[in-house]
């Protein structure tokens, strides 16, 4: 059974960078989309974007100048990285699989880390 | 890309049905049949319980189903139980491989 867990630090200077990881067990990244999203305390979910295990990737437009999504096939892992954060970047991040079979709707998730921007 | 749009609250009694708007615009909801709704109970992650507009995964049971008209999805909940309360959020594709989600709905079970 295919299992995401995020990791990372939980909390981030303003202006510096997030960094977390996502690692996938019971599975493989192959042939898969791996998707990030996030949940701003009370508020609802809102995708940042998604890395095929090719490398390609795609981001919402609205984050696209802060947003790296990175993939190492090797570690069975893929990465976040977010610049210049500020106060409106504190959320809950999710990583998620994309599932082809379900055209692509993402099917399994991680449980989630909390990241808090503050000096 | 704006967020889909979602009543903030539905509630219903158990045994009743309930119905999730979720509206879009016709460069996501309306282009594609690739909506799909989540169920998240508080401090937990998201759970899947329709894909494709209204396809069920295994395991999610038949009293969910979902349908589409124009740009405009919904999300039927049938004999409400008291485990349905929840949030639900729905998400679209967007084109050019990017996707957006609704803002939430929470459900209230009476």
């Known amino acids: 059974q295919v299992q995401l867990q995020e990791s990372g630090p939980g909390l981030v200077k303003p202006s510096e960078t997030l960094s977390l990881t996502c690692t996938v067990s019971?599975?493989?990244?192959?042939?898969?989309?791996w998707s990030w999203s996030r949940q701003r305390p009370g508020k609802g979910l809102e995708w940042i974007g998604w890395?095929?295990?090719?490398?390609?990737?795609h981001y919402n437009p609205s984050l696209n100048s802060r947003v790296t999504i990175s993939v190492d096939t090797s570690k069975n892992q893929f990465s976040l990285k977010l610049s210049s954060v500020t106060a409106a970047d504190t959320a809950v991040y999710y990583c998620?699989?994309?599932?082809?079979?379900?055209?692509?709707?993402?099917?399994?998730w991680g449980q989630g880390t909390m990241v808090t921007v503050s000096s | 890309q704006s967020a889909l749009t979602q009543p903030a609250s539905v509630s219903g009694s158990p045994g009743q049905s309930i119905t999730i708007s979720c509206t879009g615009t016709?460069?996501?909801?309306?282009?594609?049949?690739?909506v799909s709704w989540y169920q998240q109970y508080p401090g937990k992650a998201p759970q899947l319980m329709i894909y494709?507009?209204?396809k069920r995964p295994s395991g999610v049971s038949n009293r969910f189903s979902g349908s589409k008209s124009g740009n405009t999805a919904s999300l039927t909940i049938s004999g409400l139980q008291a485990e349905d309360e929840a949030d639900y959020y729905c998400?679209?594709?967007?084109?050019?491989?990017?996707?957006?989600f609704g803002g939430g709905t929470k459900l209230t079970v009476l």
């Open positions: 998620a699989r994309a599932n082809y079979a379900l055209e692509d709707t993402f099917d399994i």
């Open positions: 016709s460069s996501d909801v309306g282009s594609y049949n690739l």
């Open positions: 890395i095929y295990y090719s490398g390609i990737t």
């Open positions: 998400c679209s594709y967007a084109g050019s491989s990017t996707w957006v």
């Open positions: 019971g599975g493989s990244l192959s042939s898969y989309y």
């Open positions: 494709e507009v209204s």
